[in-house]
């Protein structure tokens, strides 16, 4: 009786202690949600230079290592959820000590699902070693609490965010070149086979070490970026039709996946994120959506599209930021990750199912 008593009074003042603390997120992916890490090691995927984060109003205008004027749909969707701090990059050396109760952030410029993916980049940070990162927060975590309350923390208050897959298409599956991609090796069927039993995997590890409310993003509409529309010299309102049929392809496994771990991992749940349907929908309605251009890139060179190289010091830059759905020629720009985020945070289950980012925080 008095055990009993005793144990009830602890689990009250466990989840007391979890719940003064505020809830936050775990970041994972690529460039469209790196914040930073990509700062920390020589590679040639870096954002680092103006005018990257010119409207980036935590720093000031300067870049940061995030691949868009200003903020990513990341760092928006923790704000409107009210977090009051945005998650720090990993390898931040200030990303220690009570900064972990502000979620981190692992994502990696050029990253993606399989280990090989983004070589052409020389180096970058990929899931696998993502999610061994994480493994270190969780340790640094059960210090900073006790491991009880670390783990609540984890189970309760941390939405885990996953924005991956574009790389493995966009820089491995259509490089042409036979030691960097893997096109030549596989077809969609087998590649997309491979990628999702990888993340089927790596999803699990996550949910080993405690992760229980997870958002994964689909793969958007990688044949309608400046870039593979001006490598394939196409007019403007015109995708590229096979990297689309293959993302189209992968999301509809992906989306099986999910089903799949939402049935069989108990007390998960994995919300999944169109952001496939979402993008498409801003560049088919960019007019209306007040935008002037949903192919140009805001900031780059080369082509009608200044789609082709990437944006730094010596880019030419567009007029008015916010009537630009891409920032460069792969990245969304601010005005467009807050038409999305806001349709993540409380769309409805045709854009992020099987509940929206609000319902997810408040299970
Ligand atoms: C870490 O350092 C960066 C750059 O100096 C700064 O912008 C950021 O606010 C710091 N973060 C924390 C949690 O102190
Ligand atoms: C990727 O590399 C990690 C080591 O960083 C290794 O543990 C993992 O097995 C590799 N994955 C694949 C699919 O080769
Ligand atoms: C986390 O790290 C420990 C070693 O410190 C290892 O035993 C464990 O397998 C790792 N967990 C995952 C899911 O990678």
């Not at 020589?42 to 720093?59: E, H, M, Q, V, Y």
């Not at 140009?296 to 880019?315: D, E, M, R, V």
Request: aromatic fraction near 8%.
């Amino acid at each position: 009786m008095i055990l009993a008593l005793f144990f009830i009074l602890s689990l009250v003042s466990l989840s007391k202690a979890v719940d003064t603390l505020e809830g936050t997120t775990f970041i994972f992916g690529d460039s469209l949600v790196d914040a930073g890490n990509n700062n920390y090691f020589s590679t040639l995927s870096k954002a680092d230079t103006r005018p990257n984060g010119i409207d980036f109003k935590a720093s000031g205008g300067k870049p940061t290592g995030r691949f868009t004027n200003g903020r990513t749909i990341a760092d928006i969707v923790a704000e409107e959820l009210g977090q009051s701090h945005y998650a720090g990059p990993f390898l931040a050396p200030n990303t220690t000590g009570k900064a972990l109760l502000n979620g981190v952030n692992y994502a990696s410029g050029g990253g993606g699902i399989m280990n090989e993916t983004g070589k052409i980049f020389v180096n970058r940070l990929s899931m696998d070693i993502q999610i061994d990162y994480f493994n270190i927060t969780r340790k640094q975590l059960n210090e900073l609490l006790d491991s009880s309350t670390a783990r609540e923390f984890i189970m309760r208050k941390s939405i885990f965010s996953i924005t991956v897959g574009a790389n493995d298409f966009l820089n491995n599956y259509f490089v042409p070149v036979v030691s960097i991609g893997q096109r030549v090796s596989e077809n969609p069927d087998v590649f997309i086979n491979h990628l999702i039993t990888t993340l089927k995997g790596q999803l699990i590890r996550l949910y080993n070490l405690d992760a229980r409310k997870f958002l994964i993003a689909n793969v958007g509409p990688i044949g309608c970026i400046p870039y593979q529309k001006s490598l394939n010299k196409l007019r403007e309102d015109q995708c590229v039709e096979l990297p689309n049929k293959v993302a189209v392809q992968y999301n509809a496994r992906l989306k099986d996946l999910l089903t799949e771990l939402n049935e069989n991992l108990p007390e998960a749940t994995f919300v999944l994120a169109n952001v496939y349907d979402l993008v498409s929908e801003v560049i088919t309605n960019y007019k209306k959506l007040g935008f002037k251009s949903a192919s140009k890139a805001c900031c780059g060179n080369g082509g009608k599209l200044q789609g082709i190289l990437p944006c730094g010091p010596t880019s030419s830059m567009c007029a008015d930021r916010t009537k630009y759905v891409f920032w460069d020629n792969y990245h969304p720009s601010e005005a467009a990750n807050l038409i999305i985020a806001k349709q993540l945070i409380d769309g409805n289950t045709r854009v992020i199912s099987p509940m929206n980012l609000r319902q997810l925080r408040d299970l």
